[in-house]
Every structure is written in structure tokens, then in C-alpha cells.
């Protein structure tokens, strides 16, 4: 991508469409083909250790409510972010298109998934800690 300004424009912009496409993929599309329900639903304080709350989030990115309401293996997660890795070869320079480095680009994904569910799960309780309404 090259140095400075133009180099960093690239990279940002690569890395803007990377997350988009990934979204768009696990969110709407795939779990439209496949019935599945992307939604994160927090367990909440009231239930179990921290522990317990961010085992459940991570597991998200593995396990799924179907439209039936039964539970399944996440394959929008799985498949979606794929795709987005697999498109991602169209941009990025050709040196970076082999199966490790694609390998790479999806664990990231799913990985930057997998935390962000962590933080869903347990950011209502510190915005209420951190933004006490004074008395």
C-alpha cells in the first residue's frame, strides 16, 4: 500500500470495507439464507459470575438461535466472515491472498466478534457505574 498519507488512506479504507462486508455477510445476508437469529441477547448481572457471562458471550460466535428456536453452530458467523475474507482478495495486494493469511483474516474476524460480544454483554453495567446520576 506504500507509505505516508496515501499508504494509510489505503489501509484504513481496506480495513473500513473488511469490517462492512463482514457485517453485512453475518448479519444479514447468510443468517437470511440460513434462519438464523444474529442477534447478541446479554445474560445480564443477575445471572452467574463474570466468568460465567463472558464465556457466554464468547461462545456466540459459535452457537446460534435458529428461526425455529432451537439452537445451532453459528455457520452465518462462520460463513459470512469467510465470504468477507474471500472478497477481500479482490483488494488486497496478491501477495496476501494464500490460505494462511486468509486463515488469519477470518480468526481476526471472528475473534473481533467474539469480543465485541463481551462488550455488549457487560457495557450497560459500567455505563451505570461509570455515569452515577448525582443526587
Given amino acids: 500500500f506504500g507509505q505516508g498519507v496515501k499508504g494509510y488512506a489505503k489501509r484504513l ?3 473500513y470495507v473488511d469490517q ?3 457485517n453485512m455477510m453475518t448479519e444479514a445476508i447468510f443468517p437470511s439464507l440460513l434462519h438464523e437469529d444474529p442477534r447478541y441477547f ?3 448481572a443477575g445471572s452467574g ?3 460465567h457471562r463472558v464465556r457466554y458471550a464468547v461462545t456466540r460466535v459459535m452457537v446460534v438461535r435458529t428461526d425455529k428456536g432451537t439452537w445451532d453452530f453459528n455457520y452465518s ?3 459470512g466472515n469467510g465470504a468477507a475474507v474471500a472478497l477481500s482478495n479482490f ?3 496478491g501477495d496476501t491472498s494464500n490460505v494462511t493469511d486468509n486463515m488469519q483474516k477470518l480468526g481476526l474476524q471472528v ?3 467474539a469480543i465485541s460480544q ?3 454483554e457487560f457495557w450497560p453495567d459500567w455505563k451505570r457505574h461509570l455515569f452515577k446520576k448525582k443526587s
Avoid: H
Fill in 13 to 15: 479504507g481496506t480495513s
Fill in 20 to 22: 462492512a462486508l463482514g
Fill in 42 to 44: 446479554r445474560i445480564g
Fill in 49 to 51: 459470575s463474570n466468568w
Fill in 77 to 79: 458467523e462462520w460463513l
Fill in 91 to 93: 483488494y488486497y495486494p
Fill in 111 to 113: 475473534g473481533t466478534d
Fill in 118 to 120: 463481551v462488550l455488549k
